[in-house]
């Protein structure tokens, strides 16, 4: 009987032991997978906007976002003659266009920066017609994972 009850003891300390090493395996793989996902997020974002930023027709296009540095909106007019909207709406990064009316979610749990710079190099805080330099930067939380992610674009039509 003494057997048994130390056998008992035993086999539970040593559950014990595997429960606590099962439990962080499986917070690293969670912690791996929300670091994941809010890294393809934010990616897929910068990539989109970045893309598309390239494309604004000429400098009096960019219609809003041209007042100061870190706005979180910007709107524009592509070369197909589209005009694009990215804003926050939330803690999500959104995208309209007059193609496509609809917002569309780009980034969850993100926040979005957009810097303006002239040809010189310095911020520009007094017209659209001045920006040939934008600054994308996407800050991105997802269960509890911190991304910032900051890109430069120079739109080709700005020159």
Do not use: C
């Amino acid at each position: 009987m003494v057997e048994l009850v130390i056998t008992i003891i035993v086999l539970g300390i040593v559950s014990f032991g595997g429960a606590i090493l099962l439990s962080k395996g499986f917070d690293a793989f969670f912690s791996g997978r929300n670091v994941v996902d809010a890294d393809w997020q934010a990616r897929i974002a910068m990539e989109k906007m970045s893309r598309e930023l390239r494309n604004i027709r000429s400098p009096s296009d960019i219609i809003s976002g041209s007042s100061t540095s870190g706005l979180s909106s910007i709107s524009f007019v592509d070369n197909n003659g589209n005009t694009v909207n990215y804003y926050v709406s939330g803690s999500n990064i959104m995208r309209t266009s007059s193609v496509d009316a609809t917002p569309r979610v780009l980034s969850d749990g993100a926040g979005l920066t957009l810097s303006y710079y002239d040809s010189t190099g310095t911020i520009t805080t007094a017209t659209t017609t001045n920006v040939r330099y934008i600054v994308i930067t996407i800050s991105t939380t997802y269960g509890g994972a911190n991304f910032n992610l900051t890109t430069g674009v120079y739109p080709w039509n700005l020159h």
